[in-house]
Protein backbone atom coordinates (compact mmCIF):
# COMPACT_ATOMS: atom_id res chain seq x y z
CA UNK A 1 0.00 0.00 0.00
CA UNK A 2 1.28 3.58 -0.82
CA UNK A 3 0.76 7.25 0.80
CA UNK A 4 -3.50 6.97 0.30
CA UNK A 5 -3.78 3.64 1.33
CA UNK A 6 -2.10 4.35 4.20
CA UNK A 7 -3.64 7.88 5.02
CA UNK A 8 -7.12 6.05 4.74
CA UNK A 9 -6.67 3.26 7.03
CA UNK A 10 -5.65 5.74 9.62
CA UNK A 11 -9.17 6.51 10.36
CA UNK A 12 -10.18 9.97 11.93
CA UNK A 13 -7.07 10.59 14.44
CA UNK A 14 -4.88 12.94 13.11
CA UNK A 15 -1.80 11.83 15.02
CA UNK A 16 -1.92 8.46 13.80
CA UNK A 17 -2.24 9.71 10.44
CA UNK A 18 0.92 11.82 10.70
CA UNK A 19 2.66 8.71 12.40
CA UNK A 20 1.44 6.62 9.31
CA UNK A 21 2.20 8.89 6.78
CA UNK A 22 6.34 9.70 7.89
CA UNK A 23 6.50 5.50 9.21
CA UNK A 24 9.34 4.97 5.96
CA UNK A 25 11.60 7.37 7.33
CA UNK A 26 11.21 6.52 11.63
CA UNK A 27 13.85 3.39 11.59
CA UNK A 28 13.69 0.93 14.41
CA UNK A 29 12.91 2.30 18.08
CA UNK A 30 12.82 6.37 17.07
CA UNK A 31 9.13 5.92 16.70
CA UNK A 32 9.43 6.60 21.19
CA UNK A 33 10.81 9.83 20.69
CA UNK A 34 7.23 10.97 19.17
CA UNK A 35 3.95 11.81 21.37
CA UNK A 36 1.79 8.36 21.75
CA UNK A 37 -1.01 9.15 19.01
CA UNK A 38 2.44 9.41 16.02
CA UNK A 39 3.87 6.39 17.88
CA UNK A 40 0.12 4.51 17.29
CA UNK A 41 0.47 5.63 13.77
CA UNK A 42 3.57 4.18 13.08
CA UNK A 43 3.10 0.93 14.70
CA UNK A 44 -0.15 0.94 12.54
CA UNK A 45 1.91 1.56 9.67
CA UNK A 46 4.44 -1.12 10.29
CA UNK A 47 1.49 -3.45 10.51
CA UNK A 48 -0.27 -2.70 7.56
CA UNK A 49 3.08 -3.22 5.61
CA UNK A 50 3.43 -6.55 6.89
CA UNK A 51 -0.02 -7.84 6.48
CA UNK A 52 0.22 -6.38 2.66
CA UNK A 53 3.46 -8.07 2.08
CA UNK A 54 2.48 -11.46 3.22
CA UNK A 55 -1.05 -11.66 2.05
CA UNK A 56 -1.34 -14.67 -0.40
CA UNK A 57 -3.13 -11.82 -3.06
CA UNK A 58 -0.67 -9.33 -2.98
CA UNK A 59 1.99 -12.33 -3.22
CA UNK A 60 0.07 -13.41 -6.40
CA UNK A 61 -0.02 -9.77 -7.92
CA UNK A 62 3.58 -9.66 -7.28
CA UNK A 63 4.50 -12.65 -8.70
CA UNK A 64 1.85 -11.70 -11.69
CA UNK A 65 4.47 -8.85 -12.01
CA UNK A 66 7.88 -9.96 -11.62
CA UNK A 67 8.32 -10.98 -14.96
CA UNK A 68 8.73 -7.52 -16.26
CA UNK A 69 10.07 -5.69 -12.70
CA UNK A 70 11.70 -8.42 -10.56
CA UNK A 71 12.26 -7.24 -7.46
CA UNK A 72 10.59 -3.74 -7.54
CA UNK A 73 7.37 -5.31 -8.24
CA UNK A 74 6.20 -4.94 -5.29
CA UNK A 75 7.24 -0.83 -5.07
CA UNK A 76 4.82 -1.03 -8.69
CA UNK A 77 1.51 -3.18 -7.02
CA UNK A 78 1.83 -0.53 -4.12
CA UNK A 79 0.92 2.48 -6.31
CA UNK A 80 -1.32 0.48 -8.51
CA UNK A 81 -2.96 -0.66 -5.08
CA UNK A 82 -3.81 2.82 -4.21
CA UNK A 83 -5.16 3.40 -8.05
CA UNK A 84 -7.42 0.86 -7.09
CA UNK A 85 -8.79 2.12 -3.79
CA UNK A 86 -8.71 5.85 -5.63
CA UNK A 87 -10.62 5.06 -8.53
CA UNK A 88 -13.09 3.18 -6.37
CA UNK A 89 -12.89 5.71 -3.80
CA UNK A 90 -17.05 5.95 -3.07
CA UNK A 91 -17.10 1.89 -2.38
CA UNK A 92 -15.03 2.61 0.60
CA UNK A 93 -15.30 6.10 2.33
CA UNK A 94 -18.35 8.75 2.13
CA UNK A 95 -15.71 11.42 1.62
CA UNK A 96 -15.44 12.36 -1.08
CA UNK A 97 -12.30 11.60 -2.09
CA UNK A 98 -11.25 15.61 -3.03
CA UNK A 99 -12.17 16.62 0.43
CA UNK A 100 -10.49 13.61 1.64
CA UNK A 101 -7.20 14.56 0.08
CA UNK A 102 -7.88 17.98 0.91
CA UNK A 103 -7.79 16.97 4.41
CA UNK A 104 -4.85 15.03 4.86
CA UNK A 105 -2.89 17.81 3.26
CA UNK A 106 -4.05 20.44 5.34
CA UNK A 107 -3.07 18.47 8.86
CA UNK A 108 0.48 17.46 7.45
CA UNK A 109 0.95 21.20 6.80
CA UNK A 110 -0.35 22.31 10.15
CA UNK A 111 1.94 19.86 11.87
CA UNK A 112 4.96 20.23 9.80
CA UNK A 113 7.35 20.64 12.92
CA UNK A 114 6.61 17.44 13.87
CA UNK A 115 7.70 15.71 10.19
CA UNK A 116 10.89 14.44 9.93
CA UNK A 117 13.22 16.09 7.52
CA UNK A 118 12.75 13.68 4.76
CA UNK A 119 8.99 14.47 5.06
CA UNK A 120 9.42 18.02 4.95
CA UNK A 121 11.46 17.88 1.88
CA UNK A 122 9.07 15.90 -0.50
CA UNK A 123 5.45 17.15 0.97
CA UNK A 124 5.74 20.48 -0.93
CA UNK A 125 6.11 18.49 -4.13
CA UNK A 126 3.49 16.21 -2.82
CA UNK A 127 1.21 18.69 -2.57
CA UNK A 128 1.62 21.13 -5.35
CA UNK A 129 1.52 18.24 -8.02
CA UNK A 130 -1.60 17.05 -6.31
CA UNK A 131 -0.19 13.28 -6.12
CA UNK A 132 -2.96 11.73 -3.61
CA UNK A 133 -5.90 13.07 -6.02
CA UNK A 134 -3.91 12.07 -8.81
CA UNK A 135 -3.64 8.15 -7.61
CA UNK A 136 -7.54 8.24 -8.80
CA UNK A 137 -6.21 8.57 -12.85
CA UNK A 138 -4.33 6.41 -15.35
CA UNK A 139 -2.50 8.88 -16.60
CA UNK A 140 -1.47 10.42 -12.70
CA UNK A 141 -0.10 6.87 -11.56
CA UNK A 142 2.06 6.91 -14.84
CA UNK A 143 3.41 9.69 -14.02
CA UNK A 144 3.39 9.00 -10.17
CA UNK A 145 5.73 5.77 -11.61
CA UNK A 146 7.78 7.68 -14.06
CA UNK A 147 9.17 9.72 -11.56
CA UNK A 148 10.11 6.64 -9.32
CA UNK A 149 12.16 5.86 -12.07
CA UNK A 150 14.46 8.65 -11.68
CA UNK A 151 15.41 7.30 -8.35
CA UNK A 152 15.62 4.20 -9.23
CA UNK A 153 17.92 5.25 -12.18
CA UNK A 154 15.79 3.97 -14.85
CA UNK A 155 17.15 0.31 -13.79
CA UNK A 156 13.63 -0.96 -14.34
CA UNK A 157 10.32 0.61 -15.87
CA UNK A 158 7.87 0.93 -13.25
CA UNK A 159 5.22 2.07 -15.73
CA UNK A 160 4.97 -1.01 -17.39
CA UNK A 161 3.35 -2.34 -14.71
CA UNK A 162 0.52 0.60 -15.67
CA UNK A 163 -0.51 -1.34 -18.85
CA UNK A 164 -0.24 -4.93 -17.02
CA UNK A 165 -2.67 -3.51 -14.75
CA UNK A 166 -4.80 -2.45 -17.31
CA UNK A 167 -5.05 -5.76 -19.03
CA UNK A 168 -5.74 -7.63 -16.23
CA UNK A 169 -8.24 -5.05 -14.51
CA UNK A 170 -10.81 -7.55 -13.39
CA UNK A 171 -8.06 -9.81 -11.40
CA UNK A 172 -6.45 -6.94 -10.34
CA UNK A 173 -10.12 -5.60 -8.92
CA UNK A 174 -11.23 -8.06 -7.18
CA UNK A 175 -7.89 -9.17 -5.57
CA UNK A 176 -7.90 -5.80 -4.05
CA UNK A 177 -11.57 -5.82 -2.76
CA UNK A 178 -11.20 -9.14 -0.79
CA UNK A 179 -7.69 -7.46 0.56
CA UNK A 180 -8.77 -4.55 1.42
CA UNK A 181 -12.01 -6.05 3.59
CA UNK A 182 -9.37 -8.31 5.31
CA UNK A 183 -7.23 -5.64 6.09
CA UNK A 184 -9.69 -3.21 6.93
CA UNK A 185 -10.70 -5.97 9.65
CA UNK A 186 -7.35 -6.56 10.45
CA UNK A 187 -6.60 -2.97 11.27
CA UNK A 188 -9.44 -2.26 13.33
CA UNK A 189 -8.64 -4.91 15.29
CA UNK A 190 -4.76 -3.53 15.58
CA UNK A 191 -5.39 -0.32 16.68
CA UNK A 192 -8.20 -1.87 19.67
CA UNK A 193 -5.08 -3.12 21.00
CA UNK A 194 -2.62 -0.56 20.71
CA UNK A 195 -5.08 2.11 22.47
Not at 125 to 143: A, C, F, P
Request: glycine share 4%.
Amino acid sequence: MNYLAHLYLSGDDQQVLIGNFMADSIKGNQYLNYPKGIQNGILLHRFIDSFTDAHPLIVKLKQFMYKDLHHYSGVAIDVLLDHILAKNWSKYSKVELIDFVQNCYFVLKENYDLLTENVKRFLPIMIKHDWLYNYRTVEGITQILKQMNKRLKHEVDLSKSVYIMQQNIQLFESHFNSFIAELNQEVNIFQSNIN
